[in-house]
């Protein structure tokens, strides 16, 4: 079978067997060109300059059984909310209409929401599963718009795109022949393979490890991860399991304190080492229940100590 992956260019798509890449320009698309050269015909390019624009992915989706839809504006940068929520929105709204329309093959849509859809910041502690959303954050947008945090822009762009998701579905449910998987990681850390040119093209997740692991005094707090090679096999899985259909299911491997990242590299290595130990106290407020990842996808997760060994060995090729 063929699929179509969106923001194929990007750290999470990379890591999956794309078989019809979508990216932005051609030349987005180079270094996947040769990423996949070995694959020969079984990697083809798809340019879709603009996912907001009606029928953006009409082309696209034609022929494929598939498809992953990962692209979407992943920064806190953002000053006007709307340059997050109509890409993040339109964007997937926009492939799930092509796919109605045109997508006459396909049996399964998987769009990547985050958990950022799922949790809302308290200072109480939270044990969260699907079941749970994320109001908070289009409310934050809602009454300070502009003045809203870049993290809240980014959040709302996430719970109203997979909340458009699944209300397109429940709409046109009785016109398509596919059904739509949503997966919800945290944080993604893990080695690179797509196009890094420099550190300052890191995105926003491998940006956070790298700052912990060499910006003195970066390594406060924590949060919640995954490693970006189980995120990629929860996305081929999710192909692949006929009960991932219509579910909505948290990819996490566990709660962090920046710290532990630092005790987790390997011991040679000449990372900065901040306060060993000091992450056993660290309040992790925030943990999400995963047993819906193991009952329908199957999935293991990797541990600290291997993510940190693949980054510091990725670092390390890169002569970081
Ligand atoms: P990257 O920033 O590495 O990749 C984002 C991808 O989306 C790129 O291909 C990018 O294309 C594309 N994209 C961004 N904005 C637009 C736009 N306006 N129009 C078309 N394409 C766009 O991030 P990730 O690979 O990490 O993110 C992939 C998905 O995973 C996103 O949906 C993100 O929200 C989600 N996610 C990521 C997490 C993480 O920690 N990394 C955590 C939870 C969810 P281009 O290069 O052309 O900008």
Known sequence: GKVLVSGANGYIAAEGFSVRGAVRS??????????????????????????????????????VDAIEHTASPFHFQADDPAEMLEPAIQGTVGILESARKYGTAVKRVVVTSSCAAVSTVSDQPQFLSEVNWNDQSPREVEQKGRDASGAAKYRTSKILAERAAWDFVARHGAEIGWDLVVLNPPLVLGPMIHAVASVDALNTSTRSMYNALTAPGAAGGGGCWTDVRDLAHAHVRALQRPLAGGERIIIAAGAFAWQDWLDAVPPASRYQKGTPGAGKDHVHLLRYDTGKSVRVLGMKYRSMADTAAAVVADYEARGW
């Not at 180079?30 to 082309?59: C, M, W, Y």
Request: glycine share 10%.
């Open 26 to 63: 051609i030349d987005k698309g180079a270094h996947l060109r040769e990423l996949f050269a070995a694959h020969g015909e079984k990697f083809e390019l798809a340019v879709v300059p603009d996912v907001t624009q009606a029928g953006a992915f009409d082309e696209a989706v034609k022929g």
